[in-house]
């Protein structure tokens, strides 16, 4: 199965506090022939995810490195679309579907890809519903 998960679904399998159960099982789950697909735009949000945690005293430093080294062991292909055409596509997106552009990357990855949507956001689940994306 192909899959393009957001940063604030697989945050919710991460940050203790913020642990839901679907999340957890969701990424227990993959398979090998499974395939985990982000866009460029994900790493730059994990990272600010993580390091809003910081701050805000929520992970230690070595936790947040221990982490990202977990990292190494989800098949994650880092998507390297860009340029004009693709991003009028998300502005269309984006305005269609009251979408940030952020999240409008997410919906037009998983609509190229045909794949399924991890996402917490309530517009980008409904917006890739409307569009017949299955969402986890």
Do not use: C
Not at 18 to 43: M, N, R
């Amino acid at each position: 199965m192909v899959y393009v998960i957001d940063a604030s679904f697989f945050a919710a399998s991460i940050l203790p506090d913020e642990q839901k159960e679907y999340a957890l099982q969701f990424f227990s789950s993959i398979g090998e022939d499974d395939t985990l697909y982000v866009p460029h735009l994900w790493w730059y949000e994990l990272g600010n995810i993580l390091k809003k945690a910081l701050v805000r005293k929520r992970l230690e430093y070595s936790e947040a490195l221990v982490m990202v080294s977990h990292l190494t062991t989800l098949k994650i292909s880092t998507d390297s679309e860009y340029g004009s055409v693709y991003t009028g596509t998300l502005l269309r997106l984006a305005r269609d579907y009251d979408l940030t552009v952020y999240d409008a990357v997410y919906l037009e990855l998983a609509l190229r890809m045909g794949a399924v949507l991890g996402t917490l956001d309530g517009n980008l689940k409904a917006a890739a519903r409307k569009h017949g994306v299955e969402v986890v």
